[in-house]
């Protein structure tokens, strides 16, 4: 047992009272608002702390987007016109492979239960294409297609080794946009 002085009064109370028996205060033994303090504290140095890593990320983002509009500024006309000239490229051969799928899927037994479930785009502009569709009894089955860079669309039931010489010879390899998404939105 330890004696304090009452905050009221000041006269010395036992850490065990729970009242001052001089004055009636309610007793408040030292380090009773210890946990609440070092509470604040504790609450305090998180708020600065992530406060401090909000002004990073802002600080970093702001110093990304400068890198890249000097990059940007950097390049050469030349540059800028090749750049432009293969996204007009790389957007025809979306546009073409997101067309094959369209086509592929109308001419299904029952488009309504084609599903997609992959579309690739290699860099020499073929598209591979997986899917699932209907077949005449009714039965839903796994089916493959190759959509060439001209726009032909090779599907493995009706192509057979033509569709096994384009798909080994383009699908195969490493590599490739991966456009399911955007097909999914955009042409189903």
């Known amino acids: 047992m330890a004696l ?26 030292p380090g009773s608002n210890r946990a609440k303090y070092l509470f604040g504290f504790l609450a305090i140095l998180v708020l600065v702390t992530c406060m401090h890593e909000s002004d990073k990320l802002k600080l970093q983002t702001e110093n990304a987007k ?30 073409l492979v997101a067309a094959g799928i369209k086509s592929l899927r109308q001419g299904m037994k029952d488009p309504s239960a084609f599903d997609l479930t992959s579309a690739i785009v290699m860099p020499n502009g073929t598209g591979c294409v997986e899917y699932r569709g209907k077949n005449s009894f009714g039965a839903i089955l796994p089916g493959s297609a190759v959509v060439t ?11 057979g080794n033509t569709f096994v010489a384009a ?21 189903l």
């Not at 990059?71 to 025809?92: G, L, T």
């Not at 798909?167 to 042409?187: E, Y």
């Open 167 to 187: 798909w080994n010879g383009s699908c195969t390899a490493a590599g490739g946009d991966d456009i399911t998404a955007m097909v999914r939105q955009v042409v």
């Open 149 to 159: 860079a001209s726009g032909k669309v090779l599907v493995q039931e009706r192509h």
């Open 66 to 95: 400068q890198e890249a509009a000097a990059r940007e500024a950097a390049k050469s006309p030349a540059q800028r016109a090749s750049e432009a000239a293969a996204k007009k490229k790389r957007d025809a051969q979306l546009t």
């Open 4 to 29: 304090f002085p009452c905050h009221e009064c000041g006269q010395k109370i036992s850490t065990e009272a729970k009242i001052c028996p001089q004055c009636g205060a309610k007793s408040r033994p």
